[in-house]
């Protein structure tokens, strides 16, 4: 997000969760202890400071990007702000944007070295002032597609803001090119690379990827972040507020194995280049093509494609898109029945089939294909096997959660005899039936709904059912759009939809919902 409105290249939940340290009340701000925590998880920046610190941590997100610069500016984070947003939890990022490197673009200042140490030094006692602890790391944006004849400048920028703040403080916000070169000179310790002018590479060194611009958050506009380590600079909270859907984790798809997400990423190694056959099996020209992929990219060199390398095959496709990016997520949408032509035109068909996925996942509905979508779409289900199906866990439900497991476990309560109101709200009512319903099983009475408690509520549902336990099937297959009325009547319409869900999920089609089919509902 440009804090001066220059543009950029080409959710609203909480992702995974992020713990990158506690806080620690001072009488001069919040300090900073770092976690043993590695979960990476997702943030926002933006410069609009009317979004509250409530907002941010309501849609979920567990830490935020906010902006340092020439003062007046209404828009820079204040040490109000950062109360709030640490009393919300929310982890904070510093970062400072300048005019002055935007100037850049008309020709490079004198003595880059003198600016650099200048705008450190602002940078530096805004961000004390804020509450921020002295050892936390400051970013400096490039915030535009610098030339490799600016290079020399640009590290002799950073040798300025080094010279105020110390190099293992030093970070830098850009594109590929700007985050490697200055990684590579030793210039950086921190870096926050945006997908804009990287041509769909990733620095794996950077500690913060800006993944997607142009997102909303409680009607404001704002920029998708991912964390890519445990401590990417945050201070503040620890990053854990927030509720709502978690996005699954990308998938380990290796040699020898089968499947539409195996055929997705042979669509993607194409769209960089490779010359394979995209036929879903998993073999030694698909093995040597990953592994030409990961060397191209920086990436360990393994041959598999696990979690950063699905994080830098994927690209986002919109309407407009062509080619096999677009297959690839023609063929990632038709795993959830939507039953598309794998043509690698993104029209109003794949259109609607990603705005209809998007609203089945909670994620935000734009009906482009991008960073969220690519995961919930990947990391969902089994889309790769080289054996049996491998249902998800049983997922934890407990008191203050909302959505649609909340709903579907209060009317499995219900089926088994509670006497509360299904309105997907955990409440004091559903805390009390799920003890008492704990207690009747002989299960250890904690209230949360977890594995045990899970399999001991699920019953078996098909055609001619009805009943609770039916609404709660049904609650479930309209997590994946499928758009049935929650009548408790297990006919026709229930009866397709099932059978598409185990289709896309491969599961055994044989349109019932047993403990399989119930497993890969819930925990998916």
Known sequence: MSLFGHS???????????AGGAAVATATGIAFAPSASAATGYGIDYSDASLTAGSVAAAGYGFVCRYLSWLPNPKVLTLSEAQALTAADLGIVSNWESDGLQDWQSGVPSDPYAQGAGHATEAQRQALANGMPSSRPIYFSVDFDLQPSMYSALNSYFDGVASVIGRSR?????GYHVIGELFDNGKIAWGWQTYAWSGGNWDSRAQLRQVQNGIAVAGHDADLDQAMAADFGQWGGTGGGGTGVILPSWPNITDGMTGPSVQAAQYLLRYHGASITADGEFGSATLA????????HGLGVDGQIGPQTWSALIVQVQSGSSGDAVRAA???????????????NFGSGTESAARAFQSAHSLGVDGQVGPQTWQMLVGTGNGATGGGTVAPPWPNVIDGDTGNNVLAAQYLLRYHGASITADGQFGSATLAATKSFQSAHGLGVD??????????????VQSGSSGDAVRAAQVELNKFGYGL????SFGSGTVSAARAFQSAHSLGVDGQVGPQTWQMLVGS
């Open 8 to 18: 950029r290249q080409l959710s609203r939940r909480r992702l995974l969760t992020l």
């Open 289 to 296: 093509a990953a592994k030409s992929f990961q060397s191209a």
């Open 485 to 488: 009325a929650v009548d408790g």
């Open 330 to 344: 023609q063929v990632e949408l038709n795993r959830f029945g939507y039953g598309l032509t794998v043509d690698g």
């Open 170 to 174: 030093t970070g830098a916000y850009g």
């Open 447 to 460: 209230g949360q709904i977890g594995p045990q408690t899970w399999s001991a509520l699920i019953v078996q």
